[in-house]
């Protein structure tokens, strides 16, 4: 059976403000999941990387559907998701379950239920550039985003879109497949995880000792632990 599942795609969600290139591939991803046995499958959200940019925040109405015409066709895919780019594959499986087989979710927690708070400052940042007084929180995301190469007006649009995906605790009940969550203790976004691993079918957390929002996809760690979830799911 591993046979079977030798080459297996999986598709690599990134969060706002990233992309493919600069969240996966610069930080060897696409190498682990090759040594793996594994297929990167490259999605970049609206507005971000590669795709199709747009300065209207009602353009971003759904995230969702603009991700899922770029994954393969077909049930059981495996699916590996950064911050927003978690929300996004949830939400396409809560569509239709079964659409995945197995997620890996990092710096996703407590921030689900949550509003990004911070969002309008950090649109306004970046359509009027950082003023004297603006926080410097604010001023690093805001960088974040530009750092990526994304285009900042589309970026900001993008933050400032009718609020998607939303997932409920009822709506999240019909995501069946397993699902790991990987977070950083020092996530201020995203831990602890507990509302939403309690919300999910079929969970299992790992937590990573002294790593923030940020920095997560860069961290070995959150590599090696994604690979062993991948990897139980050869034998299915």
Not at 142 to 151: C, I, K, M
Not at 156 to 173: G, I
Request: net charge negative.
């Amino acid at each position: 059976m591993s046979g079977v599942n030798a080459k297996k795609s999986v598709v690599l969600v990134h969060g706002w403000g990233g992309s493919y290139e600069a969240v996966w591939a610069r930080n060897g991803w696409a190498t682990t999941l090759a040594e793996n046995g594994f297929t990167p499958t490259a999605v970049d959200l609206l507005g971000h990387g590669t795709s199709e940019r747009s300065h209207q925040p009602n353009d971003y109405a759904d995230l969702a559907s603009h991700a899922d015409v770029q994954l393969p066709q077909g049930l059981g895919l495996v699916g590996i998701g950064y911050s927003l780019g978690c929300k996004v594959l949830l939400e396409i499986e809560a569509r239709t379950p079964g659409r995945f087989s197995r997620i890996v979710l990092g710096g996703l927690g407590a921030n689900i239920f949550a509003p990004e708070a911070l969002g309008d400052d950090v649109a306004r940042c970046l359509e009027l550039g950082p003023q004297s007084d603006t926080p410097a929180v604010i001023r690093m995301l805001a960088e974040y985003g530009v750092q990526a190469g994304n285009d900042p007006l589309a970026i900001a649009a993008c933050l400032r879109r009718p609020p998607n995906p939303v997932l409920t605790q009822e709506r999240l009940s019909d995501v069946k497949c397993p699902v790991l969550l990987v977070v950083g203790d020092a996530d201020s976004l995203a831990y602890p995880v507990d509302a939403l691993a309690h919300a999910l079918p079929s969970a299992q957390v790992h937590v990573l000792a002294g790593i923030d929002h940020i920095s997560l996809p860069a961290s070995s760690e959150f590599q090696r632990v994604a690979m062993a979830f991948l990897n139980q799911g050869k034998l299915a």
